[in-house]
T-cell receptor, first 117, second 114 residues
């Protein structure tokens, strides 16, 4: 079965520090998708990125970057020059094709990031 | 991405009662899902809401406890039946344009059962 591990339960940094959130996954599928979502204190889940298993290029979006390495089954997320507004719980997720051909998301337990002023 | 709304946004209920949560999307979507997030925990898929047919439930979730309707491509409801304090959670719906498309989430419904 699919599994997503986010070993870091909580991280606390000071504003402007860089921080990396780790995500390790397990799957037997050759085709799969990986995701990161952000859940701020308000509770809504905000989509950040989706990568497919055939695209190992790193991606950068502003202060956010993602490092996907199939060799180590990892999909890590780095925030550079962190800001207080980055404080949230971040979830890594893996797609799993289930009955009927639809996709189910398997979530990690999340990493709570606190950015202090 | 689609605009997703949920009603109610939060509620406090007595044990033994039932609550129906609505999920409305501003455009037609192929897939709709319901998730539960227990306090301090990750998200767990309850079921896939199928338009015009019975929902597909995940292991550990049953239709009698969580009946789901999906009458069209923009609307779904989840009922939490015969509630107990253990049902206190955030319930989120998500939508996707296709079977392998990105899922976008609604704002969630915070439920507290006393």
């Amino acid at each position: 079965a699919q599994k997503v591990t986010q070993a870091q339960t909580e991280i606390s940094v000071v504003e402007k520090e860089d921080v990396t959130l780790d995500c390790v996954y397990e799957t037997r599928d050759t085709t799969y998708y990986l995701f990161w979502y952000k859940q701020p204190p308000s509770g809504e889940l905000v989509f950040l990125i989706r990568r497919n298993s055939f695209d190992e290029q790193n991606e950068i979006s502003g202060r956010y970057s993602w490092n996907f390495q199939k060799s180590t089954s990892s999909f890590n997320f780095t925030i550079t020059t962190s800001q207080v507004v980055d404080s949230a719980v971040y979830f890594c997720a893996l797609s799993e094709v289930v009955q009927g051909g639809s996709e189910k998301l398997v979530f990690g337990k999340g990493t709570k990031l606190t950015v202090n002023p | 991405s689609a605009v997703i709304s949920q009603k109610p946004s939060r509620d406090i209920c007595q044990r033994g009662t039932s609550l129906t949560i609505q999920c409305q999307v501003d455009s037609q979507v192929t897939m709709m899902f319901w998730y539960r997030q227990q306090p301090g925990q990750s998200l767990t898929l309850i079921a896939t809401a199928n338009q015009g047919s019975e929902a597909t439930y995940e292991s550990g979730f049953v239709i009698d406890k969580f009946p789901i309707s999906r009458p069209n491509l923009t609307f779904s409801t989840l009922t939490v039946s015969n509630m107990s304090p253990e049902d206190s959670s955030i319930y989120l719906c998500s939508v996707a344009g296709g079977r392998v498309e990105t899922q976008y989430f609604g704002p969630g419904t915070r439920l507290l059962v006393l």
